[in-house]
C-alpha cells in the first residue's frame, strides 16, 4: 500500500497496522474460520512431534484476530498446559495459565479483558515449548508487525535470555504472510523464528 510521501517511520507503521486490520475485518468469517482450523491443525501435530513439556502459550483472540479458541478447548482437553499473556505496567507481559471457563477481568493498562490468576514465574518459561506469537503481519524473513505497543517485543528479548528458550511462532491467516520489504522492520522488532498458516509451518533462518 502506499504511504504519504515524508511520512515519519511511526506514521507508516500506523498505516499500515490499519490497511492489515481492516483486511483481517473484510475477511469472511467463514473463511477465517476455515483457515484457523488447517492452521490449527498445523500448530496441534507440531505440539505432537516435538512438545517434551506438552505447555505452550497463545493469546485469545479478540474481534476478528484468528479464532483459535476451539483449537484451545481441544489442547486443554488433551492435557497441554496453556499460558495466556497478561498486559502489566510499562508495557510488560506476564503470564498465567488458562482454563475453560477461567474467570475474566478488565486489563488494568489495556481495553481488554483477562484471565484471573496467578502471575507464572518467568523461570517457567524454560518448560515452555511454543510460543504462539500474535501479529498482524509477518514477513519471509521472520520480521512481524505487532499492535505496535511492543509488549512482545520486550518479552522475547527477554525470553531469549534462557538457556534453552520456548520456539516463538507467530499465527496468521494466509494475506498476512507476505515479502520482506512490505513493511519497516526496526532493530526493536523482535522477529520469530516461523509462521503458522493453513498451508503449514514456514521456517525462517536466523
Given amino acids: 500500500m502506499d ?32 483457515q484457523m482450523a488447517l492452521t490449527t491443525g498445523h500448530v496441534r501435530s507440531w505440539l505432537d512431534q516435538n512438545a517434551e513439556h506438552r505447555a505452550f502459550t497463545a493469546v485469545l483472540p479478540f474481534g476478528a484476530e484468528p479464532p483459535i479458541m476451539p483449537f484451545l478447548m481441544q489442547m486443554h482437553d488433551r492435557r497441554y498446559r496453556i499460558l495466556v499473556p497478561i498486559t502489566e505496567p510499562e508495557r510488560q507481559l506476564s503470564f498465567v495459565e488458562w482454563t475453560p471457563g477461567v474467570a475474566m477481568e478488565r486489563s488494568s493498562v489495556a481495553p481488554i479483558d483477562e484471565p484471573v490468576g496467578p502471575r507464572v514465574d518467568f523461570r ?49 491467516f494466509d494475506h498476512e ?24 509451518l514456514t521456517l525462517f533462518d536466523r
Avoid at 504472510?177 to 522477529?191: H, I, K, S, Y
Fill in 124 to 172: 517457567a518459561m524454560a518448560e515452555v515449548d511454543l510460543m504462539l506469537v500474535p501479529a498482524q503481519v509477518v514477513d519471509d524473513q521472520g520480521g512481524r508487525m505487532g499492535q505496535g505497543g511492543g509488549y512482545y517485543d520486550r518479552f522475547l528479548e527477554k525470553v531469549r535470555t534462557l538457556a534453552d528458550p520456548p520456539k516463538p511462532y507467530a499465527v496468521v
Fill in 177 to 200: 504472510l507476505v515479502p520482506a520489504g512490505t513493511f519497516p522492520v526496526e532493530d526493536f522488532d523482535q522477529r520469530v523464528d516461523g509462521v503458522f498458516t493453513s498451508a503449514g
Fill in 3 to 34: 504511504t504519504p510521501a515524508g511520512a515519519s517511520l511511526d506514521d507508516q507503521k500506523q498505516a499500515l497496522r490499519k490497511h492489515y486490520r481492516a483486511a483481517r475485518k473484510n475477511l469472511p468469517v467463514a473463511e477465517r474460520e476455515a
